[in-house]
């Protein structure tokens, strides 16, 4: 490797596989409800679209309900987790001792924006507007074909 790239400069960046995977967490879970919001989560459309406008309606109530359901659940104890992670004072198990509640903290937020997008779409849906990824089905054609 020496011939292509030279030596190494033995910089060392403790907990970098550590941090590596909070921050590849934290993104993730941040970027979910956003995500949703822009009409980008994968979805059986094809199903979905050959229903009639009263049998959509029905599914797409069904699985924003069972969402709203599991990622609140999912956001209670996540937030428990960030608790019982700042009681305990657990920390990381790298050389840097990163209090966990801190990466923990990110996913059970991210989780918590995605519920209460849910909510805001099964609200939608129930009144009868356009939900938000709706929005942006309509706005580009070429996905309905997805």
């Not at 709203?68 to 937030?79: E, K």
């Amino acid at each position: 490797m020496d011939l292509f790239f030279g030596a190494s400069p033995g910089l060392i960046v403790p907990s970098y596989a550590e941090f590596t995977g909070f921050f590849l967490v934290a993104a993730s879970f941040f970027a979910l409800a956003y995500t949703l919001r822009g009409g980008e989560h994968i979805r059986v459309s094809l199903l979905i679209n050959r229903l009639g406008p009263f049998s959509r309606r029905c599914v797409e109530v069904w699985c924003l309900a069972l969402g709203a359901i599991l990622t609140g659940y999912f956001s209670f104890y996540a937030f428990n987790l960030v608790y019982e992670s700042y009681v305990f004072g657990d920390l990381a198990v790298g050389m840097v001792p990163l209090p966990l509640w801190i990466p923990q903290f990110s996913m059970a937020l991210g989780s918590a924006v995605l519920f209460t997008e849910l909510v805001d779409d099964l609200v939608q849906v129930l009144s009868g507007r356009a939900l938000s990824y709706q929005q942006h089905e309509n706005r580009n054609p070429s996905k309905k074909s997805e």
